[in-house]
């Protein structure tokens, strides 16, 4: 199996058109046509944990945090990004980056921070914008179906928990070709009216040339009648940070003693308790300083999440509990639901947990 295979499973997992702008996401380091021999799934590809693919075999490390991110001119091993990425470019070994491309799916981070707290009927708390385009198009009853197939294939139709979807209205096309023209239906210079059916589908924008290719190969017209659409609407199911509810509602006190045995904390920094209790619960794993005013929102009783500076927790406003859990801890489990995405879809294959801790705070 060559590590191009591999990354396109980690792309069904979380398609890279997912990911923010700033990040630096997919294959960091390596030659993807080179055959691999292991995959070492980690959170952070420091110089330790290519010790460790080195050691076990794994020619693929698949991390979750990008270990090169900002751009850099020189790389000496003067630090710990160039120590790593110098050990992996001399051992053969390929480091591929998920980050916010699985921040922002619905089954990814929060989705699973979610899933360890108990929290039910999960929303994603802040939708993605600009995301979403319509194609029309119009054709001959004849090739309706298949047209809309070879679209819904393509990956257009999809939306929430439903696929296929579509909108087909009829209508009267008119045209008249021209000397150079060579009709589906009618003759050149012949003014045509005829029956047609114009199909409706919104898509995920980062599929857009995939399913203009299925339109222009299964569709009848010598020119392709069409228009695509940007759409305002928001994406509900991708986005960062999500929002769920608690099962019963819980005093503050031993709701963030759950969070602490649940998440494996050392410690959690909170802003004042209210005296009220905790059901709807919004986490954002990772950096979510920038997200209280959504769960503020959204509605939420505590908002769980890292790297709050000492100011930022006067933005609870009294409206809200916000909880710094850590960073490493708010996004622990995510390595657990690479691998396992991975061995699911990948049989008789080596795909190994790191056993390197990498978090880089320590709780005295
Ligand atoms: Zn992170």
Redesign the pocket.
Known sequence: MKIKEIISVLEEMAPLAYAEDFDNVGLLVGNQNTEASGVLVCHDALENVIDEAIAKNCNLVVC??PILFSGIKKITGKNYVERAILKAIKNDIAIYAV?TALDNHQQGVNKIFCEALGLKKTEILIPKQNFIRKLITYTIPENAEKLRNALFEAGAGKIGNYEDCSFNSKGIGTYMGNENSNPEIGERFEFVESDEIKIEVTFEKYLESKILKALFKNHVYEEVAYEIYDLQNQHQNIGLGMIGKLENPMDEKAFLALVKEKMQADGIRHSQFLGKKIQKVAVL???GSFAVKNAIQAGADAFLTADLKYHQFYEAENQLILADIG?FES?RYTKNYIVDFLRKKILNFAIILSEENTNPVKYL
Request: net charge negative.
């Open positions: 979750f945090h980050h794993g990772g950096s960073h996004e």
